[in-house]
């Protein structure tokens, strides 16, 4: 079975301090990971993802994520927030076994102040 | 590349009747695509797989009778919320992938009103 756990429901930081969600996952097999932002009543859009590549993921706008296997973590940090980065981030897992299987974190609003 | 159309955007219908949702996988062949729907400030919640060419798989607690579900193209899955009630109004978000190591892109979403 895998699980995905969003530690931060709600993140508030100012414009220009760094941001970081963090995801926390647990699975039987070799899992995809991926993290996803949702604007207000909008879909969802790839930010990043890891596939047993490199354990550091550059993603767009600026984001990025460490794969840990030790700690089974997979955070999203970005050095400087911006306003337009206000939104719902997810945290996803997916493994094939036999038929894929995604599994959404909570969710991490996040809060940009001016 | 890999782009995930999902029309309409808004509907607002009728208790009681019924309403169509397309997903459409624009510059890919998505043999397999997904439905979630998503509650007020919640996480999505997957409701089925959608099989080209055969019947989709539901999850727990998803009737299949309400929620109808067609796959019939390569690039288009259907979802139909048949007799809506207003306890059906939610976020319905469709996914596809080009490739699992590729992610999955999603829809933008439809904002389905029970009146």
């Known amino acids: 079975a895998q699980s995905v756990t969003q530690l931060d429901s709600h993140v508030s930081v100012s414009e220009g301090t760094p941001v970081l969600l963090r995801c926390n996952y647990s699975?039987?097999?070799?899992?995809?990971l991926f993290w996803y932002v949702q604007h207000p009543n909008k879909g969802l859009q790839l930010l990043l993802k890891?596939?047993?590549?490199?354990?550091l993921v550059k993603g767009i706008n600026g984001f990025e994520a460490e794969f840990k296997k030790s700690e089974t973590s997979f955070h999203l940090t970005k050095p400087s927030a911006h306003m337009s980065d206000a939104a719902e981030y997810f945290c996803?897992?997916?493994?094939?076994?036999?038929?894929?299987?995604?599994?959404f974190g909570s969710g991490s609003r996040l809060q940009v102040q001016p | 590349g890999a782009v995930v159309s999902q029309h309409p955007s808004w509907v607002i219908c009728k208790s009681g009747t019924s309403v169509k949702i397309e997903c459409r996988s624009l510059?890919?062949?998505?043999?397999?695509m997904f439905w979630y729907r998503q509650f007020p400030k919640q996480s999505l919640m997957l409701m089925a797989t959608?099989?080209?060419?055969?019947?989709?798989?539901?999850e727990q607690g998803v009737e299949k009778d309400k929620f109808l579900i067609n796959h019939a193209s390569l690039t288009l899955s259907t979802l139909t919320v048949t007799s809506a009630h207003p306890e059906d109004s939610s976020f319905y978000i469709c996914?596809?992938?080009?490739?699992?190591?590729?992610?999955?892109?999603f829809g933008s979403g439809t904002r389905l009103t029970v009146v």
């Open positions: 996914s596809a992938s080009p490739g699992e190591s590729l992610g999955y892109t």
């Open positions: 699975s039987s097999y070799s899992p995809s």
């Open positions: 890891y596939t047993s590549a490199a354990t």
């Open positions: 996803v897992v997916s493994v094939f076994t036999g038929r894929i299987a995604l599994n």
């Open positions: 510059d890919f062949q998505a043999t397999t």
């Open positions: 959608s099989n080209e060419g055969s019947k989709a798989t539901y």
